[in-house]
């Protein structure tokens, strides 16, 4: 008997059930997707009758239209105006936030740290009357920032505990030799911090982004001007005019989910290693 067959390691079940469950859940995933970039490709009656298979004709003209419209691209700019506010917004405020949790002990931190725990039970739906009064009286309705500072106040729960978590993985000597040697808080925060806390940020900064860019609800209140609607209410707009034509509104909605999609593929080995992985080894 071999050397390898004497060392094979015997079979797991609980792997093969872990496959199994994954790829059930990849397919569930997948398929929808899946059926709304080939449905943009079809006629509108090959897509009565044939929803989910391939197209027998394709129809590029439907991506074409929608590609070389101006709304399409009005659209995303401003989706993309208002996920950038957001974003930045969101790290700047979290990770100052996070580090003063993480770092810096003050009478009423923890008291403080868990009121700001309690946003994450709070849902977005049930403060919209009082958002809109408050956005109302700052004078940011129907504007950018009318709908970003929002979403940036429902955003900095999840955060702030992510970031703090990372900032609490990094070793508490560097902040002790940094401070032995002059450093401030603040410049340990610029050089040291946030260099070593790029995954995290990548991640926060994602899940942010996709949130904003998905978001209905905020711009639906926030804003009337048509000309500054994001996406999600642009296909409400798009859907009311071409109300039978289900064949462009996939198309469109394909479209328009397609930069969240490039950007998690981009960022995922920074989101995984941001959620399991601490900053410094060794």
């Known amino acids: 008997m071999s050397s390898a067959e004497t060392t094979r390691a015997p ?9 199994a469950f994954l790829a059930v859940v990849a397919i569930f995933v997948l398929v ?7 449905g943009g490709f079809k006629s509108l009656g090959e897509l009565r009758v044939n929803p989910f298979g391939w197209p027998t004709h394709w129809e590029w003209q439907n991506y074409a239209d929608i590609l070389f419209s101006g709304r399409y691209w009005q659209l995303l700019r401003n989706s993309l105006i208002i ?11 979290a990770s100052m936030a996070a580090f003063t949790f993480a770092h810096v002990k003050f009478y009423g931190s923890s008291m403080l740290l868990s009121y700001l725990t309690l946003g994450l039970l709070f849902p977005a739906a049930t ?13 940011l309705l129907d504007t950018y920032f009318g709908v970003a500072l929002p979403q940036v106040a429902f955003s900095l729960a999840m955060s702030v505990l992510l970031l703090r978590r990372f900032f609490r993985d990094i070793p508490h000597e560097l902040l002790e030799a940094a401070l032995v040697d002059g450093c401030s808080y603040v410049k340990f925060f610029r050089y040291v911090t946030l260099p070593l806390s790029r995954p995290i940020l990548a991640t926060v900064g994602t899940i942010t982004f996709v949130n904003s860019w998905n978001a209905y609800l905020l711009p639906l209140v926030m804003l009337n001007t048509d000309a500054l609607y994001p996406w ?10 071409y109300s ?11 479209l ?3 930069p969240t999609i490039i950007l998690f593929l ?8 941001g959620l399991t992985a601490g900053a410094v080894k060794g």
């Open 11 to 19: 079979f797991d079940p609980a792997v093969l059930f872990k496959a």
């Open 32 to 38: 929808p997707l899946l059926a709304t970039l080939l």
């Open 83 to 93: 996920s950038t506010l957001t974003v930045t917004l969101t790290l700047i405020t």
């Open 127 to 139: 403060a919209v009357l009082p958002l809109f009064i408050k956005v109302r009286d700052l004078g």
């Open 232 to 241: 999600p209410l642009g296909i409400m707009v798009y859907q009311g005019e």
């Open 244 to 254: 039978s034509e289900w064949h462009l509104i996939l198309a469109f909605i394909t």
């Open 256 to 258: 328009t989910i397609l």
């Open 266 to 273: 981009l960022a995922q080995k920074h989101i995984v290693a």
